[in-house]
């Protein structure tokens, strides 16, 4: 399959079951609530930008996906920074270059909209994501996330 082959679009509501599959094939895990929820946010909730965007195989099927937001601030003043929490590419299509190509198309669609940064979170052992972001141009950031377990 060449790169032109793959076609990134905004994503739309009726993405949410091929989404749904891509994730739970990746993770082994079904999370359709946590999905549910994250397409209600991000279609129906007025303090967020859409800035999502899937992956299309030659086809039409939905093959890769990701996903953040952009936060409209106090008062409605925009914020210049973003956050992508979730990308995908169904196993089938992995090592083809459709994260970079999704990766590429999402700072572009947010730049066009004043983005200047873009932050995520990546577990520090999980080295495959931590190599992916990397080869992505995100460094670490000088913000230090603690956790606490209770």
């Known amino acids: 399959m060449s790169d032109g082959a793959i076609k990134v679009r905004l994503m739309k509501p ?19 609530d946590y999905y549910c929820m994250k397409f209600e946010r991000n279609f129906e909730h007025r303090d967020t930008l859409p800035a999502s965007l899937v992956a299309e195989d030659e086809e039409g099927n939905v093959v890769g996906f990701v996903m953040g937001h952009i936060y ?13 929490d979730t990308i995908g590419v169904d196993p089938d299509y992995q090592a083809l270059g459709i994260g970079g190509k999704l990766i590429n198309e999402f700072f572009a669609h947010l730049k066009t909209l004043g983005v200047q940064k873009i932050y995520t979170l990546v577990g520090w052992d999980d080295a495959q994501l931590v190599r992916f972001f990397s080869g992505n141009e995100f460094i670490p950031s000088r913000t230090i996330n603690l956790e606490r377990t209770l």
């Open 14 to 32: 009726t993405d949410l079951d091929a989404i749904v599959k891509i994730d739970e094939r990746v993770l082994k895990v079904p999370r359709r």
């Open 72 to 84: 409209m601030g106090e008062y409605g003043i925009f914020q210049e920074e973003a956050t992508l």
